[in-house]
């Protein structure tokens, strides 16, 4: 019998999926793994090692625990802290030995007092959340890097809105809007690094490359376009298997759940699979969702509870306890994608793996063989 709720990641999958955009981007450019949010709900260390594996140069995160964590593990790669910074944490992401991102020159002094730091320049090109619209001040800032002893001008930055919908046209705007400012200033300082690119940029247009791209959900091998990562030759890296706890039969009249959403209408048999929203199934796919069992889908019936879900087995005297149910993944020719899962919540694939909490317990694997240590 199965456990109750596994994420089972394929370390391999995030290596290849590392190498297909390492492949999309000039020699010059080099590929930052996003793994900020526990890699996206599929486990910040082994995921941060796998990226590593596969080509990855750079590791981003957006707060300085994570960064604390990634080096508490012995991870030595260049590492960006994204996020606002306190002064307080700010401490903590420089003794991680992270690059931080500053738009305002008392973020620079503060870093200056540490001592030593390497810093990059964030420009607002229309993101309208952290950095500065204007690009006069972006280049204070810079120059008040310059001026500070001891610390280093890393980088030149933007993060674009709008990538992951090729209709539209604010990221040429926000991609000229970057070029005009950074291309200036790499020309007279070739050592700084310019960033922009995310995984959907990556796979949308060359120009966005610069020197380094930051990737997220496509090494993990979500689609950044929400609809089919197999067709960006991405593999998704996380399955989520549950098993069959109980079958039992449903009369007409009888119901399943808190609110009784689901009663039959007809004899049927229900299955029941030990997982809920306290495992970060989303109570929102109440009747709304498929399980595979058997290599086949069957509908989840009833309110999802904290701790169980109940399918509709129909008349199928094969499916017993103990049975293997995927809620996402592949079961014979059967798919459950994220992407799936994400169109029924009317959210993003990377919510639903963000969204797995922790009693999901991660089962790490290389293409179906277990990593010692791991899980």
């Known amino acids: 019998m199965g456990v109750r709720a596994l994420a089972r990641v394929n370390l391999a999958a995030i290596e290849r999926n590392c190498g297909r955009l390492l492949g999309a981007l000039p020699e010059r450019s080099a590929l930052a793994a996003v793994v900020k949010a526990d890699a996206y709900g599929h486990g910040a260390v082994p995921a941060a090692r796998a990226a590593l594996a596969g080509g990855a140069s750079w590791l981003a995160v957006a707060a300085a625990e994570e960064a604390t964590e990634l080096r508490h593990a012995g991870i030595d790669a260049r590492l960006l802290v994204m996020g606002a910074l306190s002064p307080e944490e700010l401490e903590v992401a420089l003794d991680a030995d992270a690059d931080v991102v500053a738009w305002r020159e008392d973020f620079v002094a503060g870093v200056s007092a540490r001592g030593s730091g390497r810093v990059h320049v964030k420009l607002d090109t229309g993101m309208g959340r952290l950095g500065t619209r204007d690009p006069a001040e972006a280049t204070r800032v810079l ?5 500070a002893s001891g610390l280093t001008a890393a980088g030149l930055m933007t993060h674009f809105a709008t990538a992951d919908d090729r209709q539209d046209a604010f990221f040429a705007e926000q991609l000229g809007r970057f070029a005009a400012w950074a291309n200036p200033l790499k020309q007279v300082a070739p050592d700084l690094v310019c960033h922009a690119a995310n995984s959907a940029a990556v796979l949308r247009d060359p120009a966005s490359h610069f020197d380094l791209a930051r990737c997220g959900v496509g090494i993990y091998g979500l689609d950044p376009f929400g609809e089919d990562a197999a067709a960006r030759e991405l593999e998704a890296a996380l399955e989520l298997h549950t098993y069959v706890a109980e079958v039992k039969p449903c009369a ?9 959403t689901f009663i039959a209408r007809e004899p049927t048999t229900l299955g029941i699979l030990p997982i809920g929203y306290g495992d970060g199934w ?3 796919l109440s009747n709304d969702a498929d399980a ?10 009833g ?3 904290m701790d169980n879900v109940a399918v509709n087995l129909g008349s199928e005297p094969e499916i017993t306890v103990g049975s293997p149910a995927v809620l996402i993944g592949r079961q014979g020719s059967e798919l459950i994608s994220a992407e799936e899962v994400a169109r029924r919540l009317q ?11 922790p009693r999901a317990r991660r089962w790490y694997h290389r293409d179906g063989r277990p990593q010692d ?3």
Do not use: F, K, M, W
């Open 282 to 284: 989303r109570r929102a």
């Open 303 to 305: 309110t999802v509870s």
């Open 252 to 260: 007409p009249g009888q119901s399943t759940g808190y609110g009784r």
């Open 347 to 357: 959210t993003i694939n990377y919510e639903v793996t963000c969204g797995l909490l």
């Open 373 to 375: 240590g791991l899980a």
């Open 292 to 301: 595979l069992i058997a290599g086949r889908r069957h509908a989840l019936v």
């Open 143 to 147: 120059e008040a890097v310059n001026r």
